[in-house]
């Protein structure tokens, strides 16, 4: 459910006039923590006008004020949302950072809770999906760049993640199909898949609020990625020549060799 009102979606909109024509836009969806603050933070050190968007309109509201971009409160499930940022984008987008997304939950299936996979696919597949449609027209008229932030959750199960695994298997599904969809067109298509990521809120959410068992996926990992590695790896490959697409790129911290292969060290 989305957080914002009508009158509080994005209390400073840019008119045609006063965007530069030269200057590069881009839209991070989930921006309002996490991965999604550090890109749009990256973006605009690089010279991008970023869309921050966000169901926490007040979080993206300061982000945006911080490095002069524009904030949309914007829930990815919300039809009413996704045709409002649509809008304020306008006809011309130069890159999408599919980002927003998440896990709920990580119960075996024989305890699975479905409404929790329920609101992961309908976020990260569908919420995805319908951004990604709405503003296509837009990154075709620029010839712009689709970047989809999965995760190693796609490419390999593991015990309690068959929900989140699922989902992010069908995100990573819409990058792989409208690549081939845009063959010939002048848009890339290209995914980054994080590994274990530290960041303030994704464990959190997991585990409903327990800081505990938030904080125990990372003890005594050394150097987990942070939000910043991954903003970093983003900003990379959209800064590739057009004629380059990194179709895939995965990103995990040295200490993990694999989903289920984590070096930890011991704590007294």
Request: proline fraction near 6%; glycine fraction near 8%; charge should be negative.
């Amino acid at each position: 459910m989305s957080e914002t009102t009508p009158d509080q979606r994005s209390p400073q909109p840019a008119t045609p006039e006063q965007r530069s024509p030269e200057q590069r836009t881009a839209v991070v969806t989930g921006a309002s923590s996490g991965i999604g603050a550090a890109t749009a933070r990256a973006l605009a050190a690089q010279g991008y006008r970023v869309f921050c968007a966000a169901r926490r309109f007040a979080r993206v509201h300061e982000l945006a004020a911080e490095i002069d971009g524009v904030a949309v409160g914007c829930d990815i499930t919300n039809a009413d949302d996704v045709a409002l940022l649509a809008d304020e984008v306008g006809g011309h987008l130069d890159l999408l950072v599919n980002n927003a997304g998440g896990a709920v939950g990580q119960e075996p299936l024989g305890e699975a809770d479905l409404e929790a996979w329920h609101t992961m696919y309908t976020t990260n597949v569908l919420g995805t999906g319908r951004v990604t449609k709405a503003l296509l027209p837009a990154l075709l008229a620029a010839e712009g760049t689709v970047v989809f932030v999965t995760s190693t959750a796609a490419e390999a199960a593991y015990e309690g993640g068959a929900g989140y695994n699922a989902a992010k298997a069908g995100e990573r599904m819409l990058a792989r199909a409208l690549r081939l969809e845009l063959c010939g067109q002048p848009v890339r298509v290209c995914e980054i898949a994080p590994g274990m990521v530290h960041t303030e809120e994704f464990s959190l959410t997991r585990f409903d609020g327990d800081a505990e068992r938030a904080d125990s996926v990372y003890t005594g990992v050394p150097d987990p990625l942070v939000a910043e590695d991954v903003a970093e790896a983003i900003c990379w490959v959209a800064a590739r020549p057009p004629h380059v697409n990194i179709d895939q790129l995965t990103i995990r911290p040295r200490a993990q060799a694999a989903n289920h292969k984590v070096h930890r060290i011991a704590t007294p």
